[in-house]
């Protein structure tokens, strides 16, 4: 399937970082696409009709012109950049960038993401949150602050799909009470890519 001249359509919650990223890529590329906005908290992904498309009840989903449907933010962006130069020619450097994409999912989604639902969405006080979900964002931000102390990007000396994975939710950080004036690199590194991808600057 190609994505030349197809109609896409997204699936996604505005306020959440995985749908972003589909909508980061997509504006980068100039890839047109129709946004259908989908509530997670008005449990929107949990009607008959969503779970037809997508039974696991998450967004973002894509939708081609064929009718086949994708899921899974880091998915649908690999597949939408795929021959662009936000994937690495270079094998060592590709890998590089799917080490990111499966640490953003496993280790910095399921903090940094987590503990701002929590705390600007659910309104929890520290005292309804899990002590060790911002341990374990400080960790998440003390790895990222000391790779960024040393390289300009993620991946090579350019932006690829990590950045854009990796910036979504930490653009949000300080939802979640995260400061990132503690961790300067990380910071600036923020900024560098909410302009590489002419995105306002979220704080």
């Known amino acids: 399937m190609s ?3 197809a109609a896409m359509t997204v699936y996604g919650d505005s306020i959440s970082g995985n749908c972003l990223k589909v909508k980061f890529v997509a504006d980068h590329l100039g890839l047109p696409y129709d946004w259908v906005e989908v509530s997670v908290l008005a449990k929107e992904t949990r009607t008959p009709e969503f779970l037809a ?3 696991a009840g998450q967004v973002p989903v894509a939708r081609f012109a064929d009718n086949a449907v994708l899921a899974q933010s880091n998915a649908i962006i690999l597949y939408l950049a795929e021959g662009s130069d936000l994937v690495p020619t270079d094998a060592f450097e590709r890998a590089q960038m799917y080490q ?5 999912q496993y280790s910095h989604e399921t903090a940094i993401a987590v503990l701002r639902f929590h705390r600007h969405y659910l309104k929890k006080p520290d005292s309804e949150i899990d002590p060790n979900l911002p341990v374990r964002c400080a960790s998440v931000l003390t790895l990222m602050n000391n790779h960024l102390a040393q390289h300009e990007y993620f991946v ?3 932006l690829t799909l990590a950045d854009i994975a990796l910036v979504a939710y930490t653009r949000l950080a300080h939802q979640a009470a995260l400061d990132l004036t503690q961790y300067p690199h990380v910071k600036n590194w923020v900024r560098r890519i909410e302009t590489d991808l002419e995105i306002e600057h979220a704080q």
């Open 100 to 104: 990111w994409l499966f640490w953003e």
């Open 3 to 5: 994505l030349d001249n």
């Open 53 to 55: 498309m997508n039974p």
């Open 156 to 158: 090579g000396e350019k």
